[in-house]
């Protein structure tokens, strides 16, 4: 069993549409999560970070992490052509000291919205 | 303000041969990782620098694989002897990483990547 695992799709919406991406995970270390968002050919940008249970919003993303059952999702209100891309989930455990925060990735989610 | 830039950004190569990837990272960034992405397999990390510390090299997946980061900034990712299997396209990511302020400052800042394929 991956450490990270993530359906990888493709999922493809409607414009206007709620979507919700979705991530398990197997090793409680994990305290701090990250959705990234990735264009073709493009290096993956962050688009939320949490490192709490509970729920997160910025604009039309919602974050939310329910650390007892090793779940997070992202939900994206309104889907709009500019949001076709893949979607990768990350997390890390915290390290003391100089320690390496190395993100373990889940595969990522092509999203497509359809105009 | 300039991102994290990679070059180059497509490196095609015979199999055998060796490979060096560039990294230069956002300006006052004092981590900096390497990942390998890679069709069926997403992100993988390979290594991290954080100021003069030694660096974690705990993701590479052989003795072929070498990183060195000078002056604390530039950072190259060798690959010797080449092979297939190393086809992918490697990121670089920086970021401002507090080992006193925790992990939040540890937001990584991914560059475009190098796309290297090995005939």
């Known amino acids: 069993q991956k450490e990270v695992e993530q359906d990888p799709g493709p999922l493809s919406v409607p414009e206007g549409a709620i979507v919700s991406l979705n991530c398990t995970y197997s090793n409680s270390a994990f305290q701090y999560f990250m959705w990234y968002r990735q264009y073709s050919r493009k290096g993956p940008e962050l688009l939320m970070y949490?490192?709490?249970?509970g729920n997160k919003e910025d604009g039309r993303f919602t974050a939310q992490v329910d650390k007892s059952s090793k779940y997070i999702s992202l939900f994206i209100r309104d889907s709009q052509p500019s949001d076709s891309a893949t979607y990768l989930c990350a997390m890390s455990a915290i390290s003391s000291g100089a320690g390496s925060y190395q993100l373990t990735f889940g595969k990522g989610t092509k999203l497509s919205v359809i105009p | 303000g300039a991102g994290v830039s990679q070059s180059p950004s497509n490196k095609v190569t015979e199999k055998g041969k060796d490979v060096e990837l560039r990294c230069d990272p956002i300006s006052g960034h004092t981590a900096l990782y390497w990942y390998r992405q890679s069709l069926g397999q997403g992100l993988e990390f390979l290594i991290y620098?954080?100021?003069?510390?030694?660096?974690?090299k705990s993701g590479l997946p052989s003795d072929r694989f070498s990183a060195e980061r000078t002056g604390g900034s530039v950072s190259t990712l060798t690959i010797q002897r080449t092979q297939q299997e190393d086809s992918a396209v490697y990121l670089c990511?920086?970021?401002?990483?507090?080992?006193?302020?925790?992990?939040?400052?540890?937001?990584?800042?991914f560059g475009p990547g190098t796309r290297l394929t090995v005939l």
């Open positions: 949490t490192y709490s249970s």
């Open positions: 990511a920086s970021s401002t990483r507090s080992r006193l302020a925790g992990p939040h400052t540890d937001t990584q800042y």
């Open positions: 620098f954080q100021g003069n510390s030694a660096p974690d």
